[in-house]
């Protein structure tokens, strides 16, 4: 009874391995993907025009802040007490207002990302299926903590992707 068992057990442990053989894998890199691909880097331009204003307003009120600092730091020794305490605390309102309107700024643009990226990630998702579909694949992975490069489909999907009647 031990004997079969073992050879039963060999029997099951061996099957996947020859099943391999017949099963076609591929390999997407999907973070290359949300980078590389027409349709995310036509995102990326988008948000970038879309919050450009804010983020010059930002990068300027930073400048001023650093000014404020640097000149906090040189002149605060020779200014009067009451002077110093008011240009500290404009220092300080100033920076909590930056700092809010930072953080309001990155959530907006966090959030319109996500919105934008979910039709770029469809229309990833449906090239992968065309690309997988045309060249018989059983297989699609997306993440993985190893795989061999000749199974890496990411760049016929960027390629497919570039071209604006695909994958519609």
Known sequence: MKRFSLILLACLLATPALAVDFVRVGF?????????????????????????????????????????????????????????????????????????????????????????????????NKAIKQVAEAEKFDLIVQDAVYFNPRIDITDKVIKLLADPSSSK
């Open 28 to 124: 997407v890199n999907a973070d290359k993907l949300m980078r590389e691909s027409a349709p995310a880097q036509r995102v990326q331009k988008k948000l970038d025009k879309e919050f450009e204003k804010r983020d010059q307003d930002l990068q300027r009120v930073a400048k001023q802040l650093q000014t404020m600092q640097d000149a906090l730091e040189k002149n605060s020794l020779l200014m009067p007490e009451t002077e110093r305490r008011g240009k500290e605390r404009e220092f300080s309102d100033l920076n909590r207002d930056f700092q809010r309107r930072r953080r309001e700024y990155l959530e907006d643009r966090n959030q319109r990302q996500s919105e934008e990226m979910a039709g770029v990630l469809e229309r990833a």
